[in-house]
């Protein structure tokens, strides 16, 4: 399996912006490429939630709610992907995971004031 470690979670204003990164411990660069890697989030007291995925060809999923705010990418030289969130909302306050089927990383707060 693969070992994902998230960072770059913090305590924000609404309307501010966060990055999100998620490191892989893929065998190879050519094997991360092959990978569909996404992000989840899950609030307290709620279910984990998609939030966006990427795929192997740079193919992009949205949850309907970050939809216009949140931008996904990956770096594939580096074995990384990344969430760029902007005009953040107190409800976008959760543990954001990183996600590489079937494996999950440790999760990154992300606490959004009013």
């Known amino acids: 399996q693969v070992q994902l470690v998230e960072s770059g979670g913090g305590l924000v204003q609404a309307g501010g912006s966060l990055r999100l990164s998620c490191a892989a411990s893929?065998?190879?660069?050519?094997?991360?490429?092959?990978?569909?890697m996404g992000w989840y989030r899950q609030a307290p007291g709620k279910q984990r939630e998609f939030v966006a995925d990427?795929?192997?060809?740079?193919?992009?999923t949205y949850a309907d709610s970050v939809k216009g705010r949140f931008t996904i990418s990956r770096d594939n030289a580096k074995k990384m992907m990344y969430l760029q969130m902007n005009s953040l909302k107190p409800e976008d306050t959760a543990v954001y995971y990183c996600?590489?089927?079937?494996?999950w990383g440790q999760g990154t707060q992300v606490t959004v004031s009013s």
């Open positions: 996600y590489k089927n079937p494996s």
């Open positions: 893929a065998a190879s660069v050519i094997i991360f490429s092959t990978y569909v």
């Open positions: 990427i795929t192997s060809r740079g193919r992009i």
